[in-house]
C-alpha cells in the first residue's frame, strides 16, 4: 500500500512540474513519459498483489478525527491494473499524438491529475477520500474535456457533464451517510459493521446506482457521455471510456458487494433493468450517429450495460446462495470490463489517428484509409471484431461467460427473476448482433470503398508511438481472447473476497480451454478455435494461389447504371444504417426519413433529411431545464425590488417561521 500511495504521489507530482515545464518543447514527452512508467509500476503492483491479503495505511490528512484511510484488497487490485494499463497505453499514443495537440497547455497538467484521481478512488477506504478523490477525477476530466474550448459545442458538453457529475457526487454523498447511520463513522470497516433497515438499503441501493450510474453512463443517465468523449482529446477520450466507465463500475460493486452486507434478491433488479436498457438503447443510439468518435462513445454506453447485466446476475446469485454462479457471474463483469479497456482504447486511439490525418470524423467524408493507413487500420479492424464479440477476441469469451450466467439462472427460487433474466439475455444477444452491424459500419464507411474527400485521400500513417499502443492494445485483444484461462484464474481472488465463491481453475484444463460450471454444460477452447482460423485461412489461402488464374483484370465498379456518379455511388455511414433505423429507431426515436426528388430537367440534388428525437432527453430533462429557466427568469425580478418591499419579505418571512415553530412545539 505505501508503494501505491507513493506512485499516486508521482503522479500529482508530475502534474505540478507540467505548471513548471508547460512553456518547454519537452514538456509533453516528460509528462507522458512519466505517466507511462508510474503506470506501469502501479500495473505490476496490482497484478502481483490480487492474491495477497489486503493492507491499509492510514494517513493524518482529511478530517481532524478521520484521517485518510487506503486499502489495497483483490477488488482494488483488479480495478488498479484496469485504470493502470488504460493510462499507461494511452500515455504511450499521447507520446505521439500529443505532438498534434493544438493547446497542450490545457492538457498537460490535468492529464497526470486525472490518472491520480481514479487510482486514488479505487484505494481509498473511508467515505470522505472517496468522495474527495471522486470529485477531483470529476474535476480533472471535466478540464480536459474543455481543452478545446473554442470548438463548437465543447462547453456545452463541459456543463452537461459537470451538472450530471453533481448530480453523481450528490447521491454517492447520501448514500454513504445512509450506510454510515446515525454515529457518523465513515470508515469502510464501521460501513460494513453496520446493518441497514430493508428499506434504508433500498434507497442506498437507489442512490448507489444514481451516483455510479451517472458517471459509468448508464441510461437514462448517459446524456453527458456522447457530448463529453468526443470533445476531449481522443487519448483522453479513451481514458473517460475505457478507464473511468469502470471506476463508476468499481464504485457499484464496492457498495452493492462489500458495503451494504448480505444482499437482498430484489438488488439484482435496478441493474438488471437499467443494464439491459442501457445495452439495447446505446448500441442502437450508435447507430443512428455518423460521428466516428460519437458511435464510440454510445458503444461505451452498451458495453456498460452488459457489465450490469452480469453484476446484477451476481447479486441475484450471491443472495440466493449460489456462491459458485455468483463467483462466475462477476468474473464475467470485471473480465469484460478488462475487456472493454482494451479494444476501446484501441478504437479511440485508431478514431485520433484518423482525425489527425485527415482532419475529419465525420464517416461520411472518409473511406479508402485502408490504403493510405494500413497498420492503424489492422489494429481498428481487430478491436472492431473484439468490440462485436467474434472469436478468438476477448470480447467473445467475456460476453459467452455472461451467457453462461444466463443458463445457469433457472436455478433461482424467485419466479419474478425466472422470468426477468431470459428476457434480459434477449436484450443481450440483440445488442450483440447490434454491435457487430455497428462496426461493420464503423469500419466498411471509414476505412474500405474509395475516398470521399481531397482529406482522406492525403492522410498519411499515425506515428509510432501511436501504432505501437495501438498495436499492443489489438495484440492483446486477441491475447486475452485466445487464452481467456489465465484472466480467469486472475480475478478469482477478487470474485471470491466479494461471494465467497469461486470458479472451478481453468489452468489444469487440458488444451487451454475454459469450463464456467462443469464440462458437461458447456466449454470453449479459444486456442483450438484460433489454430482452426488461421489453419483455414491459409488453406483457403494457398487453394486460391495454386489454382486460380493468375490473370489480373481491372474493371469500374459497378454503377447501377448510372455512369459517372463516382464515389456517390457507394454506401455511406446513413444508407448501411437505415434498415435497423426503419425497423428500430421508429419506435425508440421518432425516426423520419424527409426526401426531396427534383423534377427530370432539374439539376439540383436530390437530398435526403433524416430526423431523430432523444426520447430521454426530450421526456426527462428537457422539461427540468425549462423549468429551471422559467424560474431563474422569474426569480430575476427580486434583485430589482426596493428596500421596503425587502425589508417586507423579510418580515413575512420571520412570522412564518414565528408560527410554524409555535405549531410544531
Known amino acids: 500500500m505505501p508503494t501505491v500511495l507513493a506512485c499516486i504521489a508521482?503522479?500529482?507530482?508530475?502534474?505540478?512540474?507540467?505548471?513548471?515545464?508547460?512553456?518547454?518543447?519537452?514538456?509533453?514527452?516528460?509528462?507522458?513519459?512519466?505517466?507511462?512508467?508510474?503506470?506501469?509500476?502501479?500495473?505490476?503492483?496490482?497484478?502481483?498483489?490480487?492474491?495477497?491479503?489486503?493492507?491499509?495505511?492510514?494517513?493524518?490528512?482529511?478530517?481532524?478525527?478521520?484521517?485518510?484511510?487506503?486499502?489495497l484488497d483483490p477488488l482494488a487490485c483488479a480495478f488498479l491494473a484496469i485504470i493502470n494499463f488504460g493510462g499507461a497505453s494511452a500515455s504511450l499514443y499521447a507520446l505521439g499524438y500529443g505532438r498534434h495537440e493544438a493547446e497542450p497547455r490545457r492538457v498537460l497538467p490535468f492529464y497526470p491529475a486525472f490518472l491520480a484521481a481514479m487510482n486514488l478512488v479505487v484505494v481509498a477506504a473511508?467515505?470522505?477520500?472517496?468522495?474527495?478523490?471522486w470529485e477531483l477525477m470529476s474535476l480533472a476530466s471535466w478540464a480536459l474535456v474543455m481543452a478545446h474550448h473554442r470548438q463548437a459545442k465543447t462547453a456545452y458538453a463541459g456543463f452537461v457533464y459537470l451538472i450530471m457529475a453533481s448530480l453523481g457526487t450528490f447521491a454517492l454523498l447520501f448514500a454513504f451517510g445512509l450506510l454510515a447511520g446515525a454515529h457518523g463513522d465513515y470508515t469502510f470497516e464501521a460501513i460494513r459493521a453496520h446493518h441497514l433497515a430493508p428499506g434504508l438499503a433500498g434507497l442506498a441501493l437507489v442512490l448507489a446506482v444514481v451516483g455510479a450510474g451517472s458517471k459509468a453512463g448508464l441510461v437514462p443517465l448517459h446524456v453527458w457521455l456522447p457530448l463529453a468523449h468526443p470533445a476531449a482529446p481522443s487519448h483522453v477520450s479513451a481514458l473517460m471510456s475505457g478507464v473511468m466507465t469502470k471506476v463508476a463500475i468499481y464504485a457499484f460493486i464496492r457498495i452493492a458487494f462489500?458495503?451494504?452486507?448480505?444482499?437482498?434478491?430484489?438488488?439484482?433488479?435496478?441493474?438488471?433493468?437499467?443494464?439491459?436498457?442501457?445495452?439495447?438503447?446505446?448500441v442502437l443510439y450508435a447507430l443512428m450517429e455518423t460521428d466516428l468518435k460519437r458511435v464510440l462513445a454510445y458503444s461505451t454506453i452498451?458495453?456498460?450495460?452488459?457489465?450490469?447485466?452480469?453484476?446484477?446476475?451476481?447479486?441475484?446469485?450471491?443472495?440466493?446462495?449460489?456462491?459458485?454462479?455468483?463467483?462466475?457471474?462477476?468474473?464475467?463483469?470485471?473480465?469484460?470490463?478488462?475487456?472493454?479497456?482494451?479494444?476501446?482504447s484501441t478504437l479511440f486511439f485508431g478514431a485520433g489517428t484518423v482525425i489527425v490525418a485527415t482532419g475529419k470524423q465525420d464517416m461520411e467524408q472518409l473511406g479508402g484509409l485502408i490504403h493510405r493507413m494500413p497498420v492503424s487500420s489492422a489494429a481498428f479492424l481487430a478491436a472492431s471484431m473484439a468490440i462485436s464479440a467474434l472469436p478468438p477476441f476477448n470480447g467473445f469469451a467475456s460476453e459467452w461467460l455472461i451467457f453462461q450466467s444466463i443458463l445457469v439462472s433457472p436455478q433461482l427460487p424467485q419466479m419474478g427473476l425466472k422470468l426477468l433474466v431470459p428476457a434480459i439475455g434477449v436484450l443481450l444477444a440483440l445488442a450483440a448482433a447490434f454491435a457487430a452491424a455497428c462496426f461493420v459500419r464503423a469500419f466498411g464507411t471509414t476505412y474500405l470503398g474509395r475516398v470521399r474527400t481531397d482529406a482522406a485521400a492525403k492522410a498519411i500513417e499515425a506515428d509510432r508511438w501511436s501504432l505501437a499502443a495501438m498495436l499492443i492494445c489489438a495484440a492483446l485483444c486477441l491475447a486475452v481472447g485466445v487464452l481467456p484461462g489465465i484472466v480467469i484464474d486472475w480475478l478469482q481472488p477478487a470474485a471470491t473476497a466479494l461471494v465467497a465463491g469461486?470458479?472451478?481453475?481453468?489452468?489444469?484444463?487440458?488444451?487451454?480451454?475454459?469450463?464456467?460450471?462443469?464440462?458437461?454444460?458447456?466449454?470453449?477452447?479459444?486456442?483450438?478455435?484460433?489454430?482452426?482460423?488461421?489453419?483455414?485461412?491459409?488453406?483457403?489461402?494457398?487453394?486460391?494461389?495454386?489454382?486460380?488464374?493468375?490473370?489480373?483484370?481491372?474493371?469500374?465498379?459497378w454503377d447501377c447504371g448510372y455512369p459517372g456518379l463516382g464515389v456517390v455511388a457507394q454506401y455511406s455511414a446513413t444508407s448501411l444504417a437505415q434498415p435497423i433505423r426503419r425497423v428500430f429507431a421508429t419506435v425508440a426515436f421518432a425516426a423520419q426519413e424527409q426526401v426531396e426528388?427534383?423534377?427530370?430537367?432539374?439539376?439540383?440534388?436530390a437530398v435526403l433529411r433524416r430526423f431523430l428525437r432523444d426520447p430521454v432527453w426530450?421526456?426527462?430533462?428537457?422539461?427540468?431545464?425549462?423549468?429551471?429557466?422559467?424560474?431563474?427568469?422569474?426569480?430575476?425580478?427580486?434583485?430589482?425590488?426596493?428596500?421596503?418591499?425587502?425589508?417586507?419579505?423579510?418580515?413575512?418571512?420571520?412570522?412564518?417561521?414565528?408560527?410554524?415553530?409555535?405549531l410544531w412545539g
Not at 473511508?126 to 478523490?133: G, K, M, P, R, T
Open 10 to 71: 508521482g503522479l500529482f507530482g508530475v502534474s505540478a512540474l507540467s505548471l513548471i515545464l508547460i512553456r518547454q518543447r519537452a514538456a509533453a514527452p516528460i509528462v507522458y513519459g512519466a505517466c507511462l512508467a508510474i503506470s506501469l509500476a502501479l500495473c505490476a503492483i496490482a497484478v502481483l498483489s490480487i492474491g495477497q491479503a489486503p493492507s491499509q495505511t492510514v494517513l493524518p490528512l482529511g478530517l481532524p478525527w478521520l484521517g485518510a484511510h487506503f486499502r
Open 126 to 133: 473511508d467515505a470522505y477520500s472517496f468522495l474527495f478523490a
Open 258 to 282: 462489500d458495503l451494504m452486507g448480505t444482499p437482498a434478491w430484489w438488488w439484482s433488479l435496478p441493474a438488471l433493468l437499467l443494464g439491459g436498457v442501457t445495452a439495447a438503447i446505446g
Open 302 to 344: 452498451e458495453n456498460v450495460g452488459i457489465i450490469f447485466i452480469a453484476a446484477g446476475l451476481a447479486l441475484a446469485f450471491k443472495a440466493s446462495g449460489y456462491a459458485g454462479a455468483a463467483a462466475l457471474a462477476l468474473t464475467a463483469a470485471l473480465f469484460h470490463g478488462l475487456n472493454h479497456m482494451l479494444f476501446k
Open 502 to 557: 469461486h470458479m472451478p481453475p481453468q489452468a489444469s484444463i487440458p488444451w487451454l480451454s475454459i469450463v464456467p460450471v462443469s464440462a458437461s454444460r458447456s466449454s470453449y477452447n479459444g486456442l483450438l478455435l484460433f489454430g482452426f482460423v488461421v489453419a483455414s485461412a491459409s488453406l483457403a489461402a494457398m487453394t486460391v494461389h495454386r489454382f486460380a488464374s493468375r490473370t489480373v483484370r481491372r474493371a469500374p465498379f
Open 597 to 605: 426528388m427534383p423534377p427530370p430537367g432539374d439539376k439540383r440534388p
Open 618 to 662: 426530450d421526456f426527462m430533462y428537457a422539461p427540468i431545464a425549462s423549468a429551471v429557466g422559467t424560474s431563474a427568469t422569474l426569480l430575476n425580478h427580486i434583485q430589482f425590488l426596493t428596500i421596503r418591499r425587502y425589508l417586507s419579505f423579510v418580515f413575512v418571512a420571520l412570522v412564518f417561521l414565528l408560527v410554524f415553530l409555535a
